[in-house]
């Protein structure tokens, strides 16, 4: 513990960050902070996320109040000694608030607990572009970038290149927070319990080396809890399972939503906090829907010929179960190999051609819906395509989908018709350029050389991304789908 | 879905609903199976009583003296029924508490991942992604021996008499006709027992089988290898069954007869030909992980081909299930590594490949071999004949198998068995320490004695 003043600064997340809404603050004035707590809750355009103290010591002042948009590097709050003085508390926020832009890098402390462990910076200091997953994957070879072995594995694990990420562990070597922050703000999940951390509680530093009893290892791990956030109470210096159970405890503690208005119906209202998964769908989807400006091009296709080919490969070949959607999902694969201006993905700034077709298929699932990904689709079957989705599928409803089975992939297909939707529009997911939303196949009058005739029809809806493709790219897909799914076999040649 | 509610059905119902899967089970007749109901543990319910019998009739020999004994077949079966009608009830609520639908009727296969059950005249379609068949298997006939319920016995009609047959012809060798032998003997009746193999439970390691035979025999059960039963004739009083064998011709005379030839897999009316589903010898195809030809069809257990034993289709539910979810690191059953169990007196329990198959398969073997007639326990409770036999491979120690013939052995198997998983070699055997007096002391010795090195023999 130091006598010294420690601020707290709004961080930079991204290059295109400028500011960020205060959501909520974890801590009151006067309230003892340990390294490494969640302090407040940030939100910006692409992102909500947590700042979390890098010291210990007691929050003396909060500047960015809840509901307030600051700037970026602009002083939140300050964390002192209980026995720093008001004044000298008042001086310091002075000399800093006339500051503008650049964000502080925070000075590193000590975490608690005995043996080598890794420092706990603030996230602040991550100069990395605002660059999608991909992006983070490219770069040489990184076997010399000076990263802890934690960091190091999960990098292979989440796919990213060392040398895209600024480390500010010890020996500005590459933490596991740090490599967790630059996926997060790179659009990405986090791995293993994510679900769960992705609503913003960042852990920190590698706590492999942090004493503890085995079963407040085994509680740690459970409820994703960084044991370098642990107060220290067990025997012999280690953690114990009372000090992983009141940290569980504090994090628990939800900020509460202020509503002024007093309802006066008999209505019963149930509240409770969203899921980490609801949270992260909910930030993604806006971002998507407020930054890709969307347009709409409509199509029906008449899919009686496809209906046939689908039950004669079923009745010819024993393990074949192909539904419509497996057929979809060539059709789609065949025709952004047409239409390659289609399987992109954009991140803002680089637009990604894909030489393959890995195809999103969307899987509702318990409070929410995941995107496992067909790899490779133009290269596989309608049986393979048919095997995988439904594989991809059951592991999906049990939550047993590995990180790389459902991030990335350049082509999202989502399909409602199975609740009779007739047709519907859905919204992109972000970094991919276009989503097509299909209906169901229903028995509908056609013209058919001036004559009335019934087929069964299908709408098909592409949602795409204005900043990256044009309605006359958007129209030649749409245009060049109907016909593979009108005439199945011209996907052959 | 699960089809059948055996003990492969049961746990496949179990494990796929722990695993989030939302599960129904379909059973035509009672939750539990054959190996509930009639198989596994009603028959080791009345042995229980064979045993009881043995022990009354040496107990002289331990000091005690008595008149009047009687015996009530009725109420042995009565136990053995109240047994199996408790499991019954054990595994309804086992369903009801994991959230498993059970679904009274008689399934088949509509179409690819579509059920057709009918029960009571009404027939319900299901649609599921997955489809376990766990329809398990029947009693075989022979060409001129067919199961008739009054003069010819199946294991069902075998382990629910109504009175002691006087002379009982037991056509099997194997498991099933060694156990009702050794059952009926003990209780009181004449008993031949035919097998068509050179030697009873050809399953087993050959020195097994010879113990077993001289045990029966030794007991008065008529021992007829390399015989088989050419006909039957049950138009007279008693049956009349003209037995072939090494010596010749003969007609030998029974009240009543057992056959017990083998077992064929339930796969009739389940819709399979039309879906072309692959079978073989009347049992269903399936890989390593229950998947058959057919896709979201799986097969586990008996229906699925051999060995046919209950911990079989148990452990074939939880790999086929969790493969289906992508559990992490699910492998194929090992076959060498499932136990084999048979009740009769003595008990015979046997893992892995006799000394025969694992020189066959190439191994350069240690053997192990010890005599129960030199174990202080086995000796204090009056059962000193038996035989533990230990099959090593010499280079790297692993315990290829082992086979065990004496009194409880089926309860130590499961130490050979846990080696095995865990690839002990012969030197943590040795060095396990085996607590003293018990019967399981022959289990050491055994190893022991393929080094060479048996203290007690």
Same mark, same amino acid.
């Given at each position: 513990?130091?006598?010294?003043?420690?601020?707290?600064?709004?961080?930079?997340?991204?290059?295109?960050?400028?500011?960020?809404?205060?959501?909520?603050?974890?801590?009151?004035?006067?309230?003892?902070?340990?390294?490494?707590?969640?302090?407040?809750?940030?939100?910006?355009?692409?992102?909500?996320?947590?700042?979390?103290?890098?010291?210990?010591?007691?929050?003396?002042?909060?500047?960015?109040?809840?509901?307030?948009?600051?700037?970026?590097?602009?002083?939140?709050?300050?964390?002192?000694?209980?026995?720093?003085?008001?004044?000298?508390?008042?001086?310091?926020?002075?000399?800093?608030?006339?500051?503008?832009?650049?964000?502080?890098?925070?000075?590193?402390?000590?975490?608690?607990?005995?043996?080598?462990?890794?420092?706990?910076?603030?996230?602040?200091?991550?100069?990395?572009?605002?660059?999608?997953?991909?992006?983070?994957?490219?770069?040489?070879?990184?076997?010399?970038?000076?990263?802890?072995?934690?960091?190091?594995?999960?990098?292979?694990?989440?796919?990213?290149?060392?040398?895209?990420?600024?480390?500010?562990?010890?020996?500005?070597?590459?933490?596991?927070?740090?490599?967790?922050?630059?996926?997060?703000?790179?659009?990405?999940?986090?791995?293993?319990?994510?679900?769960?951390?992705?609503?913003?509680?960042?852990?920190?530093?590698?706590?492999?080396?942090?004493?503890?009893?085995?079963?407040?290892?085994?509680?740690?791990?459970?409820?994703?809890?960084?044991?370098?956030?642990?107060?220290?109470?067990?025997?012999?210096?280690?953690?114990?399972?009372?000090?992983?159970?009141?940290?569980?405890?504090?994090?628990?503690?939800?900020?509460?939503?202020?509503?002024?208005?007093?309802?006066?119906?008999?209505?019963?209202?149930?509240?409770?906090?969203?899921?980490?998964?609801?949270?992260?769908?909910?930030?993604?989807?806006?971002?998507?829907?407020?930054?890709?400006?969307?347009?709409?091009?409509?199509?029906?296709?008449?899919?009686?010929?496809?209906?046939?080919?689908?039950?004669?490969?079923?009745?010819?070949?024993?393990?074949?179960?192909?539904?419509?959607?497996?057929?979809?999902?060539?059709?789609?694969?065949?025709?952004?190999?047409?239409?390659?201006?289609?399987?992109?993905?954009?991140?803002?700034?680089?637009?990604?051609?894909?030489?393959?077709?890995?195809?999103?298929?969307?899987?509702?699932?318990?409070?929410?819906?995941?995107?496992?990904?067909?790899?490779?689709?133009?290269?596989?079957?309608?049986?393979?395509?048919?095997?995988?989705?439904?594989?991809?599928?059951?592991?999906?409803?049990?939550?047993?989908?590995?990180?790389?089975?459902?991030?990335?992939?350049?082509?999202?297909?989502?399909?409602?018709?199975?609740?009779?939707?007739?047709?519907?529009?859905?919204?992109?997911?972000?970094?991919?350029?276009?989503?097509?939303?299909?209906?169901?196949?229903?028995?509908?009058?056609?013209?058919?050389?001036?004559?009335?005739?019934?087929?069964?029809?299908?709408?098909?809806?592409?949602?795409?991304?204005?900043?990256?493709?044009?309605?006359?790219?958007?129209?030649?897909?749409?245009?060049?789908?109907?016909?593979?799914?009108?005439?199945?076999?011209?996907?052959?040649? | 879905?699960?089809?059948?509610?055996?003990?492969?059905?049961?746990?496949?119902?179990?494990?796929?609903?722990?695993?989030?899967?939302?599960?129904?089970?379909?059973?035509?007749?009672?939750?539990?199976?054959?190996?509930?109901?009639?198989?596994?543990?009603?028959?080791?319910?009345?042995?229980?009583?064979?045993?009881?019998?043995?022990?009354?009739?040496?107990?002289?020999?331990?000091?005690?003296?008595?008149?009047?004994?009687?015996?009530?077949?009725?109420?042995? #079966?009565?136990?053995?029924?109240? @047994?199996? =009608?408790?499991? *019954?009830? !054990?595994?309804?609520?086992?369903?009801?508490?994991? %959230?498993?639908?059970?679904?009274?009727?008689?399934?088949?296969?509509?179409?690819?991942?579509?059920?057709?059950?009918?029960?009571?005249?009404?027939?319900?379609?299901?649609?599921?992604?997955?489809?376990?068949?766990?329809?398990?298997?029947?009693?075989?006939?022979?060409?001129?021996?067919?199961?008739?319920?009054?003069?010819?016995?199946?294991?069902?009609?075998?382990?629910?008499?109504?009175?002691?047959?006087?002379?009982?012809?037991?056509?099997?060798?194997?498991?099933?006709?060694?156990?009702?032998?050794?059952?009926?003997?003990?209780?009181?009746?004449?008993?031949?027992?035919?097998?068509?193999?050179?030697?009873?439970?050809?399953?087993?390691?050959?020195?097994?089988?010879?113990?077993?035979?001289?045990?029966?025999?030794?007991?008065?059960?008529? #021992?007829?290898?390399?015989?088989? @039963?050419? =006909?039957?004739? *049950?138009? !007279?009083?008693?049956?009349?069954?003209?037995?072939? %064998?090494?010596?010749?011709?003969?007609?030998?005379?029974?009240?009543?007869?057992?056959?017990?030839?083998?077992?064929?897999?339930?796969?009739?009316?389940?819709?399979?030909?039309?879906?072309?589903?692959?079978?073989?010898?009347?049992?269903?195809?399936?890989?390593?992980?229950?998947?058959?030809?057919?896709?979201?069809?799986?097969?586990?257990?008996?229906?699925?081909?051999?060995?046919?034993?209950?911990?079989?289709?148990?452990?074939?539910?939880?790999?086929?299930?969790?493969?289906?979810?992508?559990?992490?690191?699910?492998?194929?059953?090992?076959?060498?590594?499932?136990?084999?169990?048979?009740?009769?007196?003595?008990?015979?329990?046997?893992?892995?490949?006799?000394?025969?198959?694992?020189?066959?398969?190439?191994?350069?073997?240690?053997?192990?071999?010890?005599?129960?007639?030199?174990?202080?326990?086995?000796?204090?409770?009056?059962?000193?004949?038996?035989?533990?036999?230990?099959?090593?491979?010499?280079?790297?120690?692993?315990?290829?198998?082992?086979?065990?013939?004496?009194?409880?052995?089926?309860?130590?198997?499961?130490?050979?068995?846990?080696?095995?998983?865990?690839?002990?070699?012969?030197?943590?055997?040795?060095?396990?320490?085996?607590?003293?007096?018990?019967?399981?002391?022959?289990?050491?010795?055994?190893?022991?004695?393929?080094?060479?090195?048996?203290?007690?023999?």
């Amino acid at each position: 513990m130091t006598n010294e003043i420690k601020p707290i600064n709004m961080p930079k997340w991204g290059m295109e960050m400028s500011e960020g809404d205060i959501n909520a603050w974890y801590f009151a004035i006067g309230d003892q902070v340990n390294a490494g707590d969640d302090l407040v809750d940030i939100e910006t355009s692409k992102i909500v996320n947590t700042v979390t103290a890098s010291d210990d010591g007691v929050l003396r002042a909060i500047i960015g109040a809840t509901g307030e948009t600051h700037r970026v590097g602009a002083l939140l709050g300050v964390i002192a000694s209980a026995e720093t003085s008001d004044a000298d508390i008042q001086a310091f926020i002075d000399s800093n608030t006339s500051a503008a832009a650049e964000p502080e890098a925070v000075a590193e402390v000590a975490a608690p607990a005995a043996a080598a462990i890794e420092t706990a910076p603030a996230p602040v200091a991550i100069p990395q572009t605002a660059n999608g997953l991909s992006k983070l994957a490219e770069g040489e070879d990184d076997s010399l970038v000076a990263a802890s072995p934690v960091a190091r594995r999960l990098a292979a694990e989440y796919g990213v290149n060392l040398n895209n990420i600024t480390g500010t562990g010890r020996h500005d070597r590459v933490s596991k927070w740090d490599l967790e922050a630059a996926v997060l703000a790179a659009g990405g999940r986090l791995i293993g319990n994510s679900i769960n951390k992705s609503n913003g509680a960042v852990p920190f530093g590698d706590d492999s080396n942090v004493k503890a009893t085995p079963v407040a290892r085994r509680i740690a791990t459970q409820l994703g809890i960084n044991l370098l956030e642990c107060r220290v109470s067990g025997d012999r210096g280690r953690v114990c399972k009372a000090d992983v159970e009141a940290l569980a405890a504090l994090k628990n503690k939800m900020p509460a939503q202020t509503d002024g208005s007093a309802t006066v119906s008999s209505n019963t209202v149930e509240s409770q906090p969203i899921s980490g998964m609801r949270k992260t769908i909910a930030a993604r989807l806006q971002a998507s829907k407020q930054t890709a400006p969307h347009f709409r091009v409509h199509i029906d296709a008449e899919i009686d010929a496809l209906l046939e080919v689908r039950k004669q490969i079923n009745n010819s070949n024993s393990d074949a179960k192909v539904s419509v959607n497996d057929f979809i999902v060539k059709a789609c694969a065949s025709a952004l190999m047409k239409v390659p201006a289609i399987n992109v993905q954009f991140d803002g700034e680089q637009l990604s051609y894909f030489s393959n077709a890995d195809i999103s298929v969307a899987v509702a699932i318990d409070d929410g819906l995941i995107t496992p990904i067909v790899a490779n689709a133009n290269h596989k079957g309608l049986v393979e395509i048919s095997n995988t989705t439904r594989d991809l599928a059951t592991r999906a409803k049990l939550g047993r989908l590995k990180p790389e089975e459902f991030q990335g992939g350049s082509f999202c297909i989502s399909n409602l018709g199975m609740y009779g939707i007739k047709q519907f529009d859905a919204i992109i997911n972000p970094p991919q350029g276009a989503i097509l939303a299909v209906g169901a196949g229903e028995q509908r009058p056609v013209v058919k050389d001036g004559q009335l005739a019934v087929a069964t029809v299908m709408s098909l809806t592409l949602s795409s991304d204005h900043r990256i493709i044009d309605g006359a790219v958007a129209a030649q897909f749409m245009s060049v789908l109907k016909a593979y799914l009108e005439q199945p076999a011209t996907m052959l040649g | 879905m699960v089809v059948g509610g055996g003990p492969g059905g049961y746990v496949a119902a179990i494990r796929a609903a722990q695993l989030g899967f939302k599960t129904a089970l379909v059973e035509k007749e009672h939750l539990g199976g054959v190996c509930l109901n009639w198989g596994c543990i009603p028959t080791k319910a009345l042995l229980r009583g064979a045993d009881i019998a043995h022990t009354l009739k040496e107990a002289e020999h331990f000091g005690f003296a008595f008149d009047n004994l009687s015996f009530d077949i009725k109420k042995l #079966v009565q136990h053995s029924r109240s @047994v199996a =009608s408790k499991l *019954t009830h !054990g595994v309804a609520y086992l369903m009801q508490k994991n %959230g498993v639908t059970v679904i009274d009727g008689s399934a088949s296969l509509a179409d690819k991942c579509l059920l057709e059950v009918e029960h009571q005249g009404k027939i319900t379609q299901y649609k599921a992604t997955h489809i376990i068949l766990a329809t398990g298997a029947r009693a075989r006939n022979l060409p001129s021996i067919e199961i008739d319920g009054d003069r010819v016995w199946g294991a069902r009609e075998a382990m629910t008499p109504t009175a002691l047959p006087r002379k009982l012809l037991v056509i099997g060798g194997g498991a099933i006709g060694v156990e009702f032998a050794s059952l009926y003997n003990d209780l009181g009746t004449d008993v031949t027992l035919v097998e068509a193999e050179q030697r009873i439970t050809p399953a087993e390691d050959a020195d097994i089988s010879a113990l077993a035979e001289k045990a029966f025999v030794q007991r008065g059960i008529k #021992v007829l290898t390399n015989s088989i @039963v050419q =006909s039957l004739d *049950t138009s !007279g009083a008693e049956s009349v069954a003209l037995i072939s %064998g090494p010596k010749g011709d003969q007609h030998l005379e029974f009240d009543q007869v057992i056959l017990a030839v083998g077992i064929t897999g339930n796969i009739e009316n389940l819709g399979l030909e039309s879906l072309k589903v692959e079978t073989e010898k009347g049992f269903l195809q399936a890989d390593g992980f229950g998947k058959t030809n057919l896709a979201g069809l799986y097969a586990i257990g008996d229906v699925a081909g051999p060995p046919w034993l209950a911990h079989k289709a148990s452990h074939e539910a939880v790999i086929c299930v969790e493969k289906i979810a992508g559990v992490d690191g699910v492998k194929p059953l090992n076959k060498d590594q499932v136990p084999g169990c048979t009740y009769c007196r003595p008990q015979i329990a046997s893992v892995g490949l006799t000394e025969a198959q694992a020189k066959a398969a190439g191994h350069s073997i240690r053997v192990g071999r010890f005599n129960l007639n030199a174990n202080g326990k086995a000796l204090a409770i009056n059962e000193a004949e038996g035989l533990v036999k230990t099959v090593f491979d010499e280079n790297s120690g692993e315990l290829l198998g082992a086979h065990m013939i004496g009194p409880e052995v089926t309860e130590q198997i499961q130490g050979f068995g846990i080696a095995q998983q865990l690839e002990a070699t012969e030197h943590e055997l040795a060095q396990s320490i085996f607590a003293h007096p018990t019967v399981s002391e022959s289990m050491h010795e055994s190893v022991l004695d393929s080094l060479g090195i048996a203290i007690h023999q």
